[in-house]
């Protein structure tokens, strides 16, 4: 293909790689000849469609066929105006719902991290086991947490309880957040576990001979030194929660006030057939997003130096 | 935490006796530890066998099947359902995407892993931001597209769609892989001769082969999970991936649901990707880890 027809070899002499400009030009082509029809796809099917969104967003949508510039009104009616019942509880049950699932993925996922990395018998089973529920789709599992939370479900029978859980806010906050962390605190142990087994076992060993404690350890030594990897971790899985939408509208379908951004902006687009108005939620999701993982960098950053400064 | 329950502060007072009893106790914790783990994994799985393999899974809430018998599996493929087009799909659909990524990805990665070139960081940079996307950010304008085209219920909208996120995955994945790979059998090719583009289809590409193929199972699974585009674009059994049939196996009325069907459904769509994930487990950990690890 394109690589074929590139021939810096020429330029290079026998017996090592020099790099004289104009190899190194070469290389330049050749990487962006590799990268166009990556960056085609990107323009295409992301760039397009987050601009269309936004510029959708300033119109009115078309009534009688015809749609007109209206500026930010689109917003000012999702913040303030008619939209801002159905926006707000949306947005605040989005945020909770990411707060909370991610405090339990964390302990649950840190918790399974330290276990993975201490076991060694039946580390291949603990493993594939862990992989089953990321492996999942969202959609099998949402359906099978809506069997589970049935009010003839094995978890009223378990609990000797009698909830209709996704009949009433608080218990369909519960159920998706279960069924969120039951998916997903896996996948943070995985990515803490990795962190935590570059982690050399000279510095525990040499920790020990100074006398520190198991859970000094834990706190000067692992903590640390983890830190990066739980923090990749949790941008990872802010971003995905932001954007529920598999779980709410499976298990809930917005009931009972458990509409999250993407639903609602998905039902204002397509069910309500309000171009328009769902590209501004989904534009305020896409901000929102992006504000969120701004912040979460920067506090991490400001972390990092810190830390640096001190020791 | 299994560790902090074992005496190990003061080293000196531990007489061996002590010790090992110690040891035991720890030992206990982490087989509790792990037993822990793996019930949290697979009990739900677990239960959703179960509960497809029982006649009416409402009314019996046994922790096992007691007459195990294969009638929601064949309701799934009857005439009310139809599973078969749900599958046929998915498989056409996925088998496409991951192709399609794996193809375009295998490019700019080598270029990522291996190539010096100016700005790479802020395309790596961009690769990365687009991963983090919401869909629904992209939905509507996607839907607007595809329909003005006439192809809503066909694949290409939920192909072409698919690529938005699993190219990202894709090329983060296959990123991590190439640049752990003994790039200096390359240089040696080079050396004898080669071209860089004979070094790339004649060493590199056997090489690169195994991360590429982990890659593709990700992206496949990825694929085969989605639903948010699929449920927009589709509207009949003709396009239709698993995801979104299994979502609308509701029965008449939202409170009488054919649980038993819809988790055999959802047996038979995970039970693909269970295996996967059990043969190539290494690996599928290897790639979804490695990146994140240095940040």
């Known amino acids: 293909m394109a690589t074929e027809t590139v021939r810096p070899a020429r330029v290079r002499r026998r017996g090592g790689p020099v790099r004289t400009s104009e190899g190194r030009r070469a290389e330049a082509r050749l990487a962006f000849r590799l990268l166009i029809p990556t960056g085609i796809v990107l323009v295409v099917i992301i760039a397009y469609p987050v601009v269309r969104a936004i510029w959708l967003s300033l119109y009115s949508d078309a009534r009688f066929g015809t749609s007109e510039f209206v500026g930010f009104r689109n917003y000012i009616r999702a913040f303030t105006g008619t939209g801002s019942d159905t926006f707000w509880p949306a947005f605040w049950f989005t945020t909770l719902l990411t707060l909370v699932t991610m405090a339990f993925e964390l302990v649950i996922g840190f918790g399974m991290a330290l276990i993975m990395n201490r076991a060694f018998a039946g580390r291949g089973l603990v493993r594939a086991s862990v992989l089953v529920p990321w492996a999942i789709p969202t959609a099998v599992s949402a359906q099978l947490w809506l069997w589970n939370f049935n009010p003839n479900g094995v978890v009223n029978a378990i609990f000797h309880t009698n909830v209709i859980w996704t009949g009433s806010h608080w218990p369909s906050f519960w159920a998706i957040t279960i069924a969120d962390v039951w998916k997903t605190a896996p996948f943070i142990a995985l990515l803490v576990l990795a962190g935590l087994q570059i982690i050399p076992s000279e510095i525990y060993e040499a920790a020990k001979v100074d006398g520190a404690t198991a859970v000094q350890s834990f706190w000067r030594i692992t903590l640390p030194l983890v830190k990066s990897a739980v923090i990749v971790a949790v941008l990872f899985r802010m971003l995905d929660v932001l954007r529920i939408f598999d779980l709410p509208f499976i298990m809930t379908n917005g009931a009972n006030q458990t509409e999250t951004l993407s639903t609602l902006a998905y039902k204002a687009s397509i069910q309500d057939v309000h171009p328009s108005y769902g590209s501004t939620l989904s534009t305020i999701t896409f901000f929102y997003i992006v504000i969120a993982a701004f912040v979460v960098n920067l506090v991490a950053r400001a972390d990092v130096v810190k830390s640096a400064s001190r020791g | ?295």
């Not at chain 2, 677990?46 to 006649?55: G, I």
């Not at chain 2, 066909?154 to 790979?181: G, H, K, Q, R």
């Open chain 2, 1 to 295: 935490m299994a560790v902090t329950t074992a005496p190990t502060r003061p080293a000196v007072r531990a007489r061996p006796a002590s010790r090992v009893t110690g040891f035991i106790r720890a030992r206990a914790w982490l087989l509790l530890g792990v037993a822990f783990i793996v019930v949290y994994c697979l009990a739900p799985f677990y239960w959703m066998v179960a509960s497809s393999l029982k006649a009416n899974p409402l009314l019996d809430q046994a922790l096992y099947p007691k007459h195990p018998t294969l009638l929601n599996f064949r309701e799934v493929f009857s005439g009310d359902n139809n599973f078969q087009y749900a599958l046929r799909n998915s498989v056409i659909i996925a088998g496409s995407v991951t192709i399609l990524a794996l193809l375009i990805g295998v490019f700019a990665s080598y270029a990522l892993a291996r190539l010096q070139f100016r700005g790479k960081k802020l395309v790596l940079g961009a690769v990365l931001a687009t991963a983090m996307f919401p869909l629904i950010a992209l939905l509507t304008p996607l839907f607007q597209l595809f329909s003005n085209l006439g192809l809503i219920d066909t694949y290409p909208p939920m192909i072409v769609s698919d690529i938005s996120f699993t190219l990202p995955l894709a090329i983060y994945v296959l990123t991590t892989f190439f640049s752990e790979m003994p790039w200096e059998l390359e240089m040696a090719a080079k050396v004898d001769g080669a071209t860089p583009g004979q070094a790339f289809r004649r060493v590199i590409i056997p090489l690169a082969a195994p991360g590429v193929f982990t890659s593709a199972i990700i992206v496949f699974i990825a694929a085969w999970n989605e639903f948010l585009i699929a449920y927009t674009m589709t509207q009949t059994l003709k396009a239709q991936p698993v995801t979104v049939a299994i979502a609308k196996f509701t029965g008449v009325s939202r409170f009488e649901q054919p649980f038993g069907t819809i988790m055999a459904a959802g047996v038979l769509v995970t039970i693909p990707l269970v295996i996967l994930v059990l043969f190539f487990q290494r690996r599928i950990v290897a790639g979804l880890t490695a990146g994140g690890v240095k940040g």
